[in-house]
C-alpha cells in the first residue's frame, strides 16, 4: 500500500513530489530539446577519438622506440666489434714494430761489433806496421853502425848505403 501512496502522491499537484517530477521531466525535456545528450555523445566520442589516436601515436612511438634500440645495439655491438679488432690489429702491428726494432737493433749491433773489430784489427795492422818499421829502422840503424865501424873508405860508404836501400825494401 505505501506504493499506491506515493503513485497517488506523484499526481497530487499540492504535493511537493508532483511538482519535482514536474522539474524533472521539464530538465529532461529542455535537455532533449537543445540536444545535449546528442552534444555529449559527440563530446565523449571525440574524446574516445581522441584517446584512441593518442593510444596509437604512443603504440607508433613506442615501435619506432623499439626500432631506435635495436639499431643502438646493433651499432653498439658493431663499435665493441671493430673496437676489438684495433686493438687487435694495434697488438699485431706492436708486435710487428718490437720484432722488427730487435731486429734492426741486432742488426746495428752486430755492424757495430765488425766495425770495432775491424778497426782493431787496422789499429793492429798499424801497430804490427809501425813496430816493424820501427824495427827496420832499429836494425837498420844498428847495421849502419857496425858495418862503418868495420868497413871503411869511399866502397864501403856505397856498400851500406845499397844494403840499407835494399833492406828497406824488403823489410816494408
Known sequence: MTVDIAMVNLLDPKDTYFWTALALLGFFAILAYFKVPDSIGKSLDARADAIRKELDDARRMR?????????????????????????????REAETLASETRKSLAETL????????????RAEAQAVSEVRAAAVDVALTTAEKILRSKVTGSDADALIEDSIRDLKGRLN
Do not use: G
Open 63 to 91: 615501435e619506432e622506440a623499439q626500432q631506435l634500440l635495436a639499431d643502438y645495439q646493433r651499432r653498439s655491438k658493431e663499435a665493441e666489434e671493430e673496437a676489438r679488432e684495433i686493438v687487435a690489429a694495434a697488438k
Open 110 to 121: 752486430e755492424r757495430r761489433t765488425k766495425a770495432a773489430e775491424e778497426k782493431i784489427s
